[in-house]
Structures are given as C-alpha cells and as structure tokens.
C-alpha cells in the first residue's frame, strides 16, 4: 500500500467535478445493462474520465469497473458516443517493480 501511495504522490492529476453530461453518460452504462443502478457512482467515475478525456482509470473495484462485463461495455460506449477508449487497470498493473527485468 506504501508503494502505491509513494507512487500517487508522483502523479501529476486533476480534481474532475461531475455535471449533467457526468450524469447522462453514465446513465447510458445502466441503459446498456453495463452496471445496474446502485452503481451509479461508479459510473458517474467512469463517464467523468471518459468527458474529461483520461487515458486510465484505475481501481480497487473488481466487482463493478475492473471487470471484463464494464470493460467491453465501455469500449462499447466510448466507440458509439464518439469518445477516446478508456483503458481499466487494477492499480498494481500500472506500478513497476525494480526488480522487473524486461531486457
């Protein structure tokens, strides 16, 4: 967990504030059958990286975002609304180990 802290404090981000186009878009992951309404939190996470334009969202939650049924859904969503896909990783992927040999 240090690890993943020290790496975050690394990060240069930005504070995303979610708005009505938020709250369409993520309705439209209910309206596909993506995620089910007591998720929309999560998708207002998703539908506000893909407005603001992230490349990745990262995240603990393997019940509702870092799944392949919300993956493929969001590619889905990304590619008919006309949006830059949107990569879904856990956040160990996106950390690199010193002893990673990749030589």
């Given amino acids: 967990m240090k690890i993943l802290l020290d790496y975050l404090d690394q ?33 207002q996470h998703i539908a506000a990286a893909i407005l603001a334009g992230c490349d990745i969202i990262t995240s603990w939650n393997f019940k509702h975002i870092v799944n392949v049924k919300t993956v493929r859904g969001v590619k889905v969503i990304t590619t008919l609304e006309g949006y830059k896909d949107l990569l879904i990783y856990p956040p160990s992927v996106l950390i690199e180990s010193e002893d990673d040999d990749y030589e």
């Fill in 11 to 43: 990060i240069d981000y930005n504070i995303i504030e979610t708005d009505e186009d938020t709250v369409e878009l993520a309705g439209k992951f209910i309206d596909f059958g993506i995620l089910k309404q007591k998720s929309f939190d999560d998708c």
